[in-house]
């Protein structure tokens, strides 16, 4: 069978799922880490303006006169951007129509029409990071009430404060955080990978024992068992498997025993045949040299009981020589044979010479080393078959051909012209006592010509194939290595076949 892509088969899709899994999960961790980073840096920034504003607004605002005039606006203002060490503050105070900035002339841009109106509307402190020219910024806007120690809450003033700082310092901790947090994410994406690749090995190696269990009982081996460790479903898997093959073992050897004890009682049987066969094929032969003077009906009994121990005697010698296959006891007995004079000869001891169309090549061109006695038996079964199920002519073709692998082969093909082999039948053309017209229970034949015919194929080395030709009939096509240094083993389950 062939092996699916790389990426279509389990363990890719396991792994890509595994990595995948690793990889998001190891990449989210760095962006809210990243996220987590930069909003605490800005909080705490924002934390520390917001309580530093308020604390000296507080005490500036204390001495204010309500309502203010421009004048104590302004001062006001520039007291707000000097109460900071740092002096980048910026500063604007609104009171009704009157504003004053701690630097003259300050447009005060970041400012947005919207935290001027919630700061305006009094009640709790606002603010807005903005961003102009590249340049961020933090916008605070606190309305200031009136309110003494006991009455800390009060209504609003109406004065309202307003504070810009710089946030070019905070932009650059979140800038120096992103290589911070790619160099942690890194090595922790190569950990997750490593992980993922451990974890879907552990998940594998199961899937993988199973699938070299799986094989070797493929090719035989029923002893084959898996190691169950765990609890989990793959340990249950393991188990089902090793149970389904301690079933599968024992209920072929079962029916190996059975098929062992019916292929002895087969041998068995035709061996104790053969004696009494012979007396009756003696006694029938005397009987057939005095049927002419027999009366009529007495003749006919004669001549059907010689017809039928011939056939009986046929099927016995049949059943011999399969029992010998079954057995591993046949054996070839090889010689330097013309393979066109062998066929020949075999056509002519069957008086076919006259009814079947042989192209032979000339006397001498084809050699090999064969066994001539089975190669008679399967080209004489061969056309036999074609003459009794097929239709006439039936043409016999002996040729040539390289193979790539074994080198020269003898090619025997044997056509008839009959209807050819009805498609559901031609698996089963080599079974054993197969017939094609299960209402035709009586054959010429004993039923296992084609079997033989196949098993003496394999003995030398060699194929045998049926076939419907192009134009009607059927074609088996024969081929038989022509140089072999020694007989090829015998296959440890021959084939079982017959004609249809």
């Known amino acids: 069978m062939k092996a699916p892509p790389p990426l ?13 899994v690793a990889g998001v999960a190891t990449l989210t961790t760095g962006a809210l880490t990243f996220r987590e980073a930069r909003t ?7 934390d520390g303006v917001i309580g530093q504003f308020r604390d000296h607004v507080d005490d500036l605002a204390a001495d204010l006169d309500f309502p203010p005039d421009q004048n104590q606006l302004n001062l006001f203002a520039e007291q707000l951007a000097r109460s900071e ?3 980048n503050w910026r500063v604007l105070a609104a009171y009704g129509g009157l504003s ?23 009640g709790n402190t ?3 990071r903005v961003t102009r020219h590249g340049s961020p910024a933090l916008v605070v806007g606190l309305p200031v009430t009136f309110g003494t120690a006991e009455r800390p809450t009060s209504d609003p003033s109406g004065l309202a404060v307003f504070l810009t700082v710089p946030q070019t310092t905070e932009q650059a901790y979140v800038q120096a955080l992103v290589p911070a947090v790619e160099r942690a994410t890194v090595p922790a994406l190569v950990l997750a990978v490593l992980l993922a690749l451990l974890a879907a090995r552990g998940v594998l190696r199961p899937v993988r024992e199973l699938r070299r269990a799986t094989r070797s009982i493929a090719e035989g081996h029923l002893d084959t068992r898996l190691a169950v460790n765990g609890s989990d479903e793959l340990a249950d898997l393991s188990h089902t498997f090793n149970e389904t093959a301690a079933a599968l073992e024992k209920s072929v050897a079962e029916l190996r025993r059975m098929e062992a004890r019916a292929r002895r009682f087969a041998a068995d049987v035709s061996h104790e045949l053969r004696t009494p066969l012979a007396a009756m094929s003696a006694v029938t032969d005397i009987l057939d040299e005095d049927a002419a ?3 009529p009906d007495t003749a006919t009994a004669v001549r059907l009981i010689s017809e039928e121990t011939v056939k009986l005697a046929r099927l016995v010698e049949d059943l011999m020589e399969m029992s010998r296959f079954d057995a591993g006891a046949a054996s070839l007995h090889l010689d330097e044979i013309d393979l066109a004079d062998s066929i020949r000869r075999t056509l002519a001891s069957r008086a076919w010479l006259e009814t079947v169309e042989a192209r032979l090549p000339p006397p001498g061109t084809l050699r090999g080393s064969l066994d001539p006695r089975r190669l008679d038996v399967i080209v004489a079964n061969l056309v036999g078959n074609a003459l009794r ?16 692998d074994d080198g020269r082969r003898a090619v025997i093909e044997v056509l008839d012209s009959g209807p050819g082999i009805p498609e559901s039948v ?4 080599f079974d054993r006592f197969y017939k094609s017209d299960t209402a035709r229970t009586r054959t010429e034949g004993s039923g296992l010509g084609l079997a033989i015919t196949a098993e003496n194929v394999h003995l030398h080395g060699g194929t045998i194939q049926a076939a419907n030709g192009a134009h009607g009939g059927a074609v088996f096509t024969v081929e038989l290595p022509l140089r072999q240094d020694e007989p090829p083993p015998v296959p440890a389950e021959p084939a079982e076949g017959s004609h249809p």
């Open 8 to 20: 279509r088969g389990l363990r890719g899709r396991l792994l890509m799922a595994f990595l995948l």
């Open 40 to 46: 605490g840096v800005l909080q705490q920034s924002q």
């Open 389 to 404: 199920h097929g239709g006439r002519p039936v043409r016999l073709h002996l040729f040539e051909r390289e193979h790539p």
């Open 100 to 122: 004053a900035t701690s630097s003259p002339q300050d447009p005060f841009e970041q400012l947005t029409p919207d935290l001027r109106k919630a700061a305006a509307s009094g």
């Open 126 to 128: 606002v603010f807005q």
């Open 293 to 295: 003077q027999l009366d």
């Open 85 to 87: 060490p740092s002096k």
């Open 426 to 429: 031609l698996p089963h053309v």
